[in-house]
């Protein structure tokens, strides 16, 4: 009898994230780090989501272009 292998979420979660989103590594000044994850925390956002939300207003793009520019 064959064994049936665990569903492996963490791969798949890191195989959905493949496919849809890039990434891109942003880098500060020392001391910086801190300061941005408190900014960020203090509008209830992640880092990632404030970079997100300045570059798509910065960049004039609507929820729609942003999350799907084809």
Do not use: C
């Not at 992640?46 to 999350?67: C, R, T």
């Amino acid at each position: 009898m064959e064994e049936k292998k665990p569903f492996d979420n963490t791969a798949y979660k890191r195989s959905f994230n493949e496919k849809a989103y890039d990434r891109v590594s942003v880098v500060l000044p020392k001391g910086q780090k801190t300061r941005v994850e408190a900014f960020a925390k203090e509008r209830g956002q992640s880092v990632n989501g404030i970079i997100n939300s300045l570059l798509q207003n910065e960049m004039g793009l609507s929820d729609e272009q942003w999350k799907h520019p084809e």
